[in-house]
């Protein structure tokens, strides 16, 4: 059986094969009566475009990429890059767009990446997770490859991108272990080369700033718990008699949490905990994790919101999303 050709819908639906074209590709120039009869005789004949054809034609690929700065380790572990993602998947499943996922976190792996990136195999790209000064957005702009950012990187002034309200969030998560009666509270930061870690630091000085108390702060070497329970180590080394611990993610505090208990100390009898995510993992420590709620999901839907509307060549009357996040109390803090 021969496959059904664009010009046997033309033919059945009555209109011309420019018309059949330009309801395929979605262009807003065809009446409401023409689509129908289109997408009629489309599903009536089975007519299934050829991508191939159809991209010469638009010069687009219908591909979207996710490129994730981070090892594939982090990326599959840690619940706020699974939350990220399952949000963009669903915004552009209703778009007709494909997502490709890439993780490069070598400089020769950036170059390859943006290689390809540029060569026209995708129609825009989401970044996430940047680390540093990383010019691969500013290089992905200028080849006129649409881009949108999850996360505020550090060093860098992007068009798009969408974050959470981190400073305002960590102040808060502070502010409750101060109303809580606790006065030596010590922060474990996250990566100092990301604008997460760097904002969440900021509203946990924000917080203590105007109450005299002591800023006992540790740095993670990333957000995991592996950095939490090497950095509570330090903090316990430094000042012993700390009575609350604001760590800026989940696993963050998890690790925190495990060195408390190893060495005795009552949670939150002894020492309150506070961490940022909300994720699953935070109902079922022991005790469950007080914790930052960030709407990951959301993130993701507004950045492939962002890049589905710069791909069209809408203009965004905003470009730059931020995402409230509020306190989820448990019983660690």
């Known amino acids: ?3 059904p050709t664009l010009e046997a819908v033309a033919a059945l639906a009555g209109v011309g094969r420019g018309t059949v074209s330009r309801v395929i590709n979605g262009s807003p120039n065809v009446s409401e009566k023409a689509r129908d009869a289109v997408q009629q005789a489309i599903q009536e004949l089975g007519y299934v475009p050829n991508r191939a054809a159809r991209a010469l034609v638009t010069r687009r690929t219908d591909t979207v990429a996710l490129v994730v700065s981070e090892s594939e380790l982090r990326v599959f572990d840690e619940p706020y890059f699974a939350g990220t993602i399952r949000g963009i998947g669903s915004a552009l499943a209703e778009t007709g767009l494909q997502l490709i996922l890439a993780m490069a976190q070598s400089q020769e792996e950036h170059e390859r990446l943006e290689h390809y990136l540029t060569g026209q195999h995708v129609d825009g790209v989401l970044l996430l997770s940047l680390h540093g000064a990383d010019p691969l957005p500013g290089r992905l702009e ?3 490859v649409p881009t949108v950012l999850g996360g505020r990187p550090v060093g860098l002034t992007p068009y798009s991108y969408v974050d959470m309200d981190n400073r305002a969030g960590a102040r808060q998560a502070v502010k409750h272990l101060q109303g809580l009666g606790r006065r030596r509270i010590a922060t474990i930061a996250g990566s100092q080369d990301m604008g997460v870690g ?3 630091l900021a ?3 924000d917080a203590l700033r105007t109450s005299g108390a002591p800023e006992l702060v540790a740095y993670g070497g990333d957000f995991s718990e592996e950095s939490g329970a090497a ?3 330090e903090l316990l080394a430094a000042e012993p008699e700390l009575d609350a611990v604001f760590a800026a993610s989940d696993p963050l505090a998890v690790g925190a949490m495990r060195v408390l208990k190893a060495e005795g100390r009552a949670i939150p009898g002894d020492v309150a905990v506070v961490g940022f995510d909300d994720s699953k993992i935070a109902m079922h420590t022991d005790p469950p994790l007080t914790t930052m709620h960030q ?9 492939a919101r962002l890049l589905v509307a710069r791909i069209n060549g809408e203009v965004l009357r905003q470009p730059v999303v931020i995402l409230d996040t509020h306190l989820v109390r448990r019983e660690s803090a």
């Open 142 to 144: 200028a080849m006129g």
């Open 1 to 3: 059986m021969n496959r």
């Open 231 to 233: 950095a509570m180590c």
């Open 203 to 205: 509203g946990y000085h």
């Open 198 to 200: 760097v904002d969440r």
């Open 295 to 303: 709407p990951a999901e959301e993130m993701g839907r507004q950045m």
